[in-house]
């Protein structure tokens, strides 16, 4: 008869363990009354890179990697970048399970808003950085920062102080992130509007110069707010676990996402937009591209913003990205380095070597391109990406502080080194 429930032999022993399956998984812990005797530490489970580890159960974002499906709070991200009309209503939605409705939405917009602001001493923090420092730095840092502003913020059990902070958070990184490039443009800093929407306020922060005509233009605030959708949340990648590993430790929200928002930097994760952008310039031409991917196939770098270790398939935000990228061109005119792009791309997916592998296109691929096209310096795109991530990262990190089956992240090891030795005195060594 048919249980739930997993029978292992250890042949070390002859002996039988039967352990529960729940949800698809067993319980890793389930394994550790498999002993040899009775001083046996018992048997762990080692997956490096956390391959086949659900480390929490979640209730937020869920992703089919083989069929490229990706879902917040169970809406398909392609209706969501279609019918969504303001990022608010994402960062509602992720942290509080439902979409909002007007009279939710308008109260959550003037709680975020009332927090639209930096303190003075938050902008000498990002007057200290040099001009060429990489906003990525400036961010991180500035984030990590708030948290002396606020010291409130480590009562995180307390709910109304907790959201508090997320609402702050939330408001802030937008313009720490702008403030960042004015300073290392050495231009003076825009104040939030509370009358635009998040994307449009933020295009102005960064962007407004003295003409008093300047407007955002809607078809770029539009493709900002649905690139920001699509970045918001992912489940569990590097970056959300650094926030849940650094959040199980009850430290506030601020070392969280200062913490996450590193994690995201490197380019092997939310880096690899600005890597991306790197490499087209290193191709140069299409030319180049052939030479290119059989460097690549030779083992000799990435091919940037391919591949990924749950899509399986075309990463859906990846298409939704694909198609902006038209609307973006038609009023800022086409990137020149589009076509390196497509024939990129066109050669990888024909190629044995990125088939075998199922190698595709990834969020990052062609969201560079777009972020050039409208006026973003090269090194800003993974501060673009941390800034919607925010309201994903808090999202994960209330959900983690409030699982009860949660507590202090801490992985085991195998120890590989030296068994005790005595200690060897300096003229011996
Ligand atoms: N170019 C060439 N080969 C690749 C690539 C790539 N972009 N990605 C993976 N491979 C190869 C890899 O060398 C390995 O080959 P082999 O089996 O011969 O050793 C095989 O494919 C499996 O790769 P893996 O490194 O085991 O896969 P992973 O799940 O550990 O890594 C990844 C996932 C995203 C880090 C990796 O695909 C990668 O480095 N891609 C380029 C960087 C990038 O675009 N990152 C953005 C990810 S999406 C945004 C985000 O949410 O972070």
């Not at 859906?316 to 990205?321: E, L």
Request: with cysteine.
């Amino acid at each position: 008869m048919a249980k739930d429930s997993l029978t292992i032999t250890d042949n070390r022993t002859g002996t039988a363990y039967e352990v529960p399956i729940a949800d698809g998984t067993i319980n890793a812990i389930d394994l550790r009354k498999i002993k040899t005797d009775a001083e046996d530490f018992g048997l762990m489970t080692y997956d490096p890179a956390f391959m086949n580890t659900a480390s929490v159960r979640s209730k937020i974002t869920f992703i089919d990697g083989d069929k490229g499906i990706l879902r917040y709070r169970g809406y398909p991200i392609e209706q969501l970048a279609e019918h969504v009309g303001c990022f608010d209503e994402i960062g509602y939605l992720l942290l509080n399970g439902e979409l909002p409705n007007p009279k939710q939405l308008t109260e959550f917009q003037k709680t975020v808003n009332s927090h639209a602001i930096l303190h003075e001493n938050v902008k000498k923090i990002i007057e200290g950085f040099r001009h060429d420092a990489h906003p990525m730095g400036v961010f991180i840092s500035t984030v990590a920062a708030l948290s002396t502003f606020y010291p409130e913020a480590k009562n995180i059990f307390d709910q109304e102080i907790r959201r508090r902070q997320i609402y702050r958070l939330i408001a802030k990184v937008p313009i720490i992130a702008a403030y960042a490039y004015r300073h290392a443009m050495g231009l003076p800093y825009v104040a939030a509007d509370q009358e635009m929407s998040y994307a449009a306020n933020f295009i102005n922060m960064m962007f407004r110069n003295g003409d008093k005509n300047y407007a955002v233009h809607p078809v770029l605030e539009h493709a900002l707010m649905v690139l920001f959708i699509l970045h918001a949340d992912h489940e569990q990648n590097c970056g959300t676990n650094a926030m849940r590993a650094i959040g199980s430790s009850h430290v506030d929200p601020y070392a969280a996402t200062a913490g996450a928002a590193a994690a995201l930097w490197g380019p092997l994760h939310g880096g690899a937009n600005e890597a991306v952008l790197h490499m087209l310039n290193q191709i140069g031409t299409i030319e180049n591209v052939p030479a290119f991917i059989a460097s690549v196939k030779d083992g000799k770098g990435k091919l940037m913003g391919f591949g990924h270790r749950v899509y399986k398939n075309f990463d859906p935000r990846a298409t939704v990205i694909k198609r902006l990228a038209d609307e973006v061109f038609a009023v800022t005119g086409q990137n020149p380095r589009l076509k390196i792009a497509l024939e990129l791309e066109r050669i990888a997916l024909e190629d044995e070597y990125f088939i075998k592998r199922k190698l595709y296109p990834n969020v990052d691929f062609y969201s560079g391109l777009i972020y050039q096209a409208m006026g973003f310096p090269l090194d800003f795109y993974p501060v673009l990406f941390a800034i919607p991530r925010t309201a994903g990262w808090l999202s994960q990190w209330e959900e983690h502080i409030l699982d009860q089956e949660q507590k202090i992240a801490r992985p085991r090891q195998i120890y590989l080194g030296y068994d005790e030795r005595p200690w060897v005195p300096m003229d011996k060594r």
